[in-house]
């Protein structure tokens, strides 16, 4: 626990320095010692100290620490089967122990064992009610916490006798007397802004200390005292004011964040504003695409149309064409024909012309024939 602070510090150290003053003179067995600072305290005027831990880790820490110490000693053992005789120490020490074991008849059974029958056992335990209930807070290392009814069940069935005292970490205002020991104990408590004397802190513990034993006798008499325990550098207020710049730090981050998440919202609202005028635009693009795809439609209908009067134009114009091929055929057959008949008639013409010749000829020549007759007949009509 040196290296830790805060609360838990106070609470450990203060524990160990009652046990201190208890144990004074006594041969005493520390169960859980941790790592052992509470032991070495107590070795400090304890004739012996014996430090049990379950860890190996622990118990090293302890000895490379505290085993300077002649009268300290430090063994790995469970709490629950103590590597020692009967009736081997006249003090025993288990702070905050006993929630984190199951069997802890068992436990409580193995410290009356190792104690002298008239020894004393300081115990300590959480407040269930208080330290889990009120603040509905689990501790994941507790196995089994305790009410005060359940613990003093447990412990009075081996020590009939109990001294109970109370643990709580608590802000006062405290006022001593600088130049002589204070003498009386003076309890002021307010409580609705009225101040009135109180016997002991009216507060539920957060803890129980229970000093235990068999012989009454053998519990100390000056228990029944208000018990106050601080350190000279103050280190819990500086661990609160080190919480205290934390907090305020995690005020600003929040202010940050409160900020950012202004911020975020702007822009998600703008974003919302701009998502919802994509999906309007979206909206009216799918509105267009649907027409658009509709005329296509109509067009593809269209064309479908236009596609099939072009196919029975092409083939009308293939028939056409066909019947064009064969009036060429044709016309090519009467061309040729018809030049052969031209050949024909140009020949026959020739012919002809030839025939008009010889018949020209002939008709000259006739004439010519003639002629010398008609002179003649002329000549003998022209004399009678």
């Not at 006249?90 to 068992?106: G, M, N, R």
């Not at 000056?222 to 995690?250: G, H, I, P, W």
């Not at 701009?274 to 799918?286: N, S």
């Not at 196919?311 to 064009?324: F, G, H, I």
Request: proline fraction near 3%; hydrophobic fraction near 40%; glycine fraction near 4%.
């Amino acid at each position: 626990m040196p290296e830790c602070s805060g609360e838990i510090w106070y609470e450990h150290w203060h524990r160990y320095a009652l046990a201190r003053q208890l144990s004074s003179h006594c041969t005493v067995l520390d169960v859980a010692c941790g790592e052992g600072y509470g032991a070495a305290m107590v070795a400090e005027t304890a004739y012996k100290v014996v430090g049990v831990d379950l860890s190996a880790d622990v118990i090293q820490h302890a000895k490379n620490n505290y085993g300077h110490h002649p009268n300290l000693q430090f063994v790995i053992a469970s709490c629950e089967r103590l590597p020692f005789s009967d009736a081997s120490f006249d003090f025993a020490i288990s702070f905050e122990t006993i929630e984190h074991i199951e069997t802890q008849k068992e436990f409580i059974s193995e410290l009356t064992r190792v104690l002298r029958p008239d020894g004393v056992l300081i115990l300590s335990s959480p407040n269930k009610r208080l330290y889990s209930d009120a603040h509905d807070y689990h501790n994941e290392f507790h196995v089994r916490e305790l009410y005060r009814n359940e613990l003093e069940e447990l412990l009075h069935v081996a020590f009939p006798h109990i001294f109970w005292l109370g643990q709580k970490l608590l802000f006062h205002s405290a006022i001593w007397s600088e130049n002589q020991a204070c003498v009386t104990t003076e309890y002021l408590v307010n409580d609705d802004r009225k101040v009135t004397v109180a016997s002991h802190p009216s507060v539920e513990p957060m803890y129980y200390i229970a000093v235990c034993s068999r012989n009454p006798s053998m519990l100390p008499t000056a228990l029944n005292k208000l018990s106050l325990f601080s350190d000279s550098a103050e280190m819990v207020y500086q661990d609160y004011a080190k919480q205290t710049r934390r907090v305020m730090e995690l005020d600003q981050l929040l202010k940050d964040r409160e900020y950012l998440i202004v911020e975020r919202d702007n822009f998600l609202s703008l974003r919302t504003q701009q998502m919802e005028e994509r999906e309007r635009l979206i909206v009216e693009r799918d509105a267009l695409l649907d027409m658009r795809t509709k005329q296509l439609g109509e067009r593809d209908e269209e064309l479908n149309t236009r596609t099939g009067q072009l196919s029975e134009r092409t083939e009308a114009l293939n028939s056409c064409t066909d019947q064009l091929n064969e009036h060429k055929e044709k016309i090519i057959k009467l061309n040729a024909l018809l030049t052969l008949r031209n050949e024909r008639i140009a020949e026959q013409e020739r012919l002809n012309v030839a025939l008009n010749r010889q018949i020209d000829y002939r008709a000259g020549l006739v004439w010519w024939l003639k002629s010398p007759f008609r002179f003649l007949k002329r000549a003998i009509k022209g004399n009678s």
